[in-house]
């Protein structure tokens, strides 16, 4: 019985009555789902977080130029980034900054050398990679079958069989 009873649900986001069943912005797929939506923006000039919500009608770019017309948005503010390395107050700039290559991380050139910045190697994103290649390599080597490596394509080239100049 209550089955066949309509029970009125007003969307929050989008201000239409739905049934039980299709309240949720998700089940009714509202296209103003992300009506109440908090959002932090970043000013690019001096790094400032600005809170934003859903509710507002300005787009993006128009809070970011409105935040740079009201006087708080100080380029001296702008934090530059620094080595994440303990204790180093290095400044990464252009020409000071160097990526580990085994843990992909920016530091500053004096802690260049995994030593230097207690790089994880075991636990760095390039290792499975490496990993996956050799394993790929090998199973295309196995799927050969035995056959040597381009003899057929060097026996048909113009270079002799045998090379005139021998390595010592």
Do not use: W, Y
């Amino acid at each position: 019985l209550s089955s066949t009873r309509f029970s009125p649900f007003t969307c929050h986001a989008c201000q239409k009555v739905f049934c039980v069943e299709h309240r949720s912005c998700k089940s009714h797929e509202c296209p103003k789902s992300d009506f109440n939506s908090r959002m932090v923006l970043v000013c690019e000039i001096c790094s400032m977080s600005i809170e934003t919500t859903g509710c507002q009608v300005e787009d993006h770019k128009a809070i970011l130029r409105k935040h740079e017309e009201s006087g708080d948005c100080d380029p001296k503010k702008k934090k530059k980034p620094t080595c994440p390395v303990k204790r180093c107050k290095g400044i990464l700039t252009f020409s000071n900054t160097s990526t580990c290559k085994t843990c992909r991380i920016q530091v500053c050139l004096r802690h260049r050398f995994p030593a230097d910045h207690a790089c994880n190697r075991t636990s760095s994103s390039s290792q499975p990679l490496v990993k996956e290649a050799n394993n790929k390599f090998l199973t295309a080597l196995l799927a050969r079958g035995g056959n040597d490596c381009g003899n057929k394509s060097r026996a048909s080239s113009s270079r002799p069989a045998n090379p005139s100049v021998k390595a010592c």
